[in-house]
């Protein structure tokens, strides 16, 4: 199985996925032995995968629009893609603020503190 590097095509992403899910020990292996970097991770894994709702939440509002109790309502164009674009930047922050509290609470558990594993 080869490495693949974040920020490489999404096929090695997905690839990536399906290892860590089927032969999770030795993907952490190789994934532990890559070096890395906040902002590569963010590249790599991150945007691109908290893309994937934003994009679908949008599409989804614009075709479909929200409804409830036979009421529909379809939002404009302009309102679509700010609420997909606060979506996609809540889901950014979810993820760092999930980070650090994943960081600070890693001693805890017979962890270390390291931010980027």
């Known amino acids: 199985m080869s490495a693949v590097e974040p920020g490489s095509a999404s096929a090695g992403l997905v690839e990536r996925v399906k290892s860590i899910l089927l032969k999770p020990s030795a993907t952490w292996d190789v994934i532990n032995a890559e070096p890395a970097t906040i902002g590569g991770l963010y590249r790599g894994y991150?945007?691109?995968l908290a893309l994937i709702p934003?994009?679908?939440?949008?599409?989804?509002?614009?075709?479909?629009?929200?409804?409830a109790f036979g009421i529909t309502f379809k939002p404009s164009i302009l309102s679509a893609v700010l609420g997909s674009a606060v979506g996609f930047g809540a889901t950014l922050l979810g993820v760092y603020l999930l980070a650090l509290?994943?960081?600070?609470?890693?001693?805890?558990?017979?962890?270390?503190?390291?931010?980027?594993?």
């Open 46 to 48: 991150v945007i691109p």
């Open 54 to 67: 934003a994009v679908a939440g949008l599409i989804g509002s614009l075709v479909f629009g929200f409804g």
């Open 101 to 117: 509290i994943i960081d600070g609470l890693a001693p805890t558990f017979g962890g270390e503190k390291n931010r980027i594993q």
